[in-house]
């Protein structure tokens, strides 16, 4: 019998959970609790971290977990780099259901940073309007760099704003092309800042700078450890009957 555990948060985590429950799989549905009003899952849902790698592996002999996809955001190192030590000491398989990074396409005008703090280092100079397209855990480290316009678009309002020049825009997406063309020309947008999620929902944005020969950040992905990576719900079906 599997017993399911999907570290989810993303599109392809919901994805997941809409066919593993079609198929009546038991299942749970993780999310880490950080968003106000997160979506209602076709699955039991749990919310709040686990307390590191050993909270996680507690959390898998007590609940009597047979799988665990990981299915969390190509920047979620932290909770990645549990899920593999945890289910090594459990001894439970494990598969990440990744989306590939975004490649540069022509006319595209990327500028590659490892991480966060490069990310920041890089806004230092005189003042632009910047989409700032990070999320909302990480505005503050962009606080040292107060002196740009900065345009935020959020799945909730934050906590604490970057700087005392910001607009806020609470939306959860879909976004188009067409829409982000727009709302950056409306901004006056010289300058986007995003990190290297991959996939479609985010896309819209670089599509739109590319289309407004904007220059664009580019926060590269975090290393993390290897593991069975897959990238399809289809692929995570086969994998669940014969992982
Ligand atoms: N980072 C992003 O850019 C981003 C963007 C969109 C969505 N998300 C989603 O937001 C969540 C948190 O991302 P993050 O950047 O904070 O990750 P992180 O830095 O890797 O995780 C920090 C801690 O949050 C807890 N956590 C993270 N994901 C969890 C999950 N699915 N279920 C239970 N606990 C979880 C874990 O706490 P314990 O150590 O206590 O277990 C983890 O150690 C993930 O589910 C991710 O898919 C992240």
């Known amino acids: 019998m599997i017993n399911l555990l999907i570290l989810g948060g993303t599109t392809e985590a919901n994805a997941l959970a809409k066919a593993v ?10 999310y880490a609790g950080r968003v106000d009003t997160p979506r209602p899952q076709p699955l039991p849902v749990r919310a709040g971290g686990f307390g590191g790698a050993d909270g996680l592996a507690g959390y898998m002999r007590d609940n ?5 996809i990981d299915a969390t955001h190509p920047f979620a190192a932290q909770m990645s780099g549990n899920a593999v030590t945890a289910c090594r000491e459990v001894g ?6 990744t989306r590939p990074a975004w490649h540069a396409q022509d006319g595209d005008r990327w500028a ?31 606080a ?21 020049h910001c607009d806020v825009v ?8 067409a829409d982000d063309r727009a709302l950056m020309q409306r901004h006056g947008i010289e300058l986007v800042v995003s990190k290297n999620a991959g ?13 407004l020969g904007l220059p664009v950040l580019m926060i590269d992905r975090p290393a993390l ?6 990238s399809s719900v289809t692929q995570v079906l086969d994998w669940l009957a014969h992982p």
């Open 199 to 211: 996939g479609t929902g985010a896309r819209a944005k670089l599509d739109a700078a590319r289309a």
């Open 170 to 177: 609470v939306s959860r997406g879909p976004f188009s092309e």
């Open 64 to 68: 009597a977990v047979t799988h665990v």
């Open 225 to 230: 450890p290897q593991r069975v990576e897959l």
């Open 92 to 97: 439970v398989p494990l598969a990440a259901l």
């Open 112 to 142: 590659h940073v490892p991480d966060i703090t490069a990310a920041v280092a890089a806004l230092s100079g005189p003042a632009q309007r910047v989409f700032l397209a990070v999320g909302r855990m990480h505005l503050e480290d962009f």
């Open 144 to 164: 040292v760099q107060s002196q740009h316009h900065y345009l935020l678009r959020l799945v909730d309002e934050p906590d604490a704003l970057p700087s005392p």
């Open 21 to 30: 429950a079609a198929q009546g799989v038991s299942a749970v549905y993780s």
